[in-house]
């Protein structure tokens, strides 16, 4: 359909009783009708008894749009007329991800408060549909506390809880609750490197790593110097060893290169590398406070 300035078809909207259904004739005009509603809604000179006709058609436009997949553009209506309250009514179990995930992908192009609106908007769908993890997510873009504390202690499972517990952990925002010991042990990460551990037990690759088993050098042809069998010792080559061995066996506690023998692989590094090597030293131990 062609727009037109003169709105005619909401002007044969209005015209009509209240029981038509809007989506009689077709799609195309509905998604038409709705851009005027918009449009319409928006102009200074409505009044007040208007806006609440446009707002009529709307509610009918909208569970339209909701049953033709076209939940965008429901989003789009309701945004225009600043009636985002009432999308939860027309939301169900299967449309709820794609109209959270429109409204959050929004929220960076709409100035304050409407970026807000839409983040609350999404996390009360996200929760009315119980979808914990996702509402945890949007409730730390809104970053307040006594919400996210809210949303944490939401669910009835204590292991939804603890999986929350532990996406706060990861963005590492601390909340104080009483009396639930465990999830603030969670949140704190506390017991990270056991965990840790007991993870890598289990899938069995406590075994440590050495550079030469990154860069299979066993599958080169072996090179020699000029100078004799043995190879040059260079500190680009330690540097980068360190560096190899510090990612590979991060959090494991133990390695074949810096653990072992005290000090002597970091001496074998110059000035600002011995530092480097001191710091690929803390990768292994990471989350380790005692060692």
Request: net charge negative; proline share 4%; hydrophobic share 40%.
């Amino acid at each position: 359909m062609t727009c037109s300035t003169e709105r005619e078809c909401l002007h044969y909207a209005l015209l009509c009783s209240s029981n038509v259904e809007v989506g009689r004739w077709g799609q195309e005009y509905v998604k038409h009708l709705a851009s005027e509603v918009g449009q319409e809604y928006n102009m200074d000179e409505t009044k007040p008894d208007m806006k609440e006709k446009l707002y009529n058609i709307a509610l009918q436009i909208v569970p339209f749009h909701m049953t033709h997949n076209s939940e965008v553009d429901a989003c789009d209506l309701l945004m225009e007329i600043d009636h985002l309250d009432v999308l939860s009514k027309f939301v169900d179990s299967t449309s709820f991800d794609r109209v959270c995930l429109y409204l959050i992908s929004c929220v960076a192009y709409v100035p304050e408060p409407e970026d807000s609106n839409l983040l609350r908007t999404a996390l009360q769908l996200y929760r009315k549909f119980e979808a914990h993890t996702k509402a945890m997510r949007v409730a730390l873009q809104l970053n307040d506390p006594k919400l996210i504390e809210d949303v944490l202690m939401s669910p009835k499972d204590p292991v939804v809880r603890k999986q929350l517990a532990y996406i706060l952990g990861r963005q590492q925002v601390l909340i104080n609750l009483e009396d639930e010991d465990e999830l603030t042990d969670i949140i704190s990460n506390t017991n990270l490197n056991t965990q840790f551990l007991a993870l890598a037990r289990e899938l069995d690759i406590m075994e440590p790593k050495t550079p030469e088993d990154i860069y299979k050098t066993h599958l080169e042809p072996t090179q020699r110097s000029h100078l004799g069998s043995a190879p040059v010792d260079s500190h680009k080559a330690n540097l980068a060893s360190s560096f190899v061995n510090g990612l590979v066996n991060a959090g494991f506690g133990e390695d074949k290169l810096l653990t072992v023998d005290g000090n002597a692989w970091i001496q074998k590094h110059k000035d600002g590398g011995m530092m480097s090597a001191a710091a690929a030293l803390g990768l292994v131990l990471l989350w380790d406070v005692d060692s």
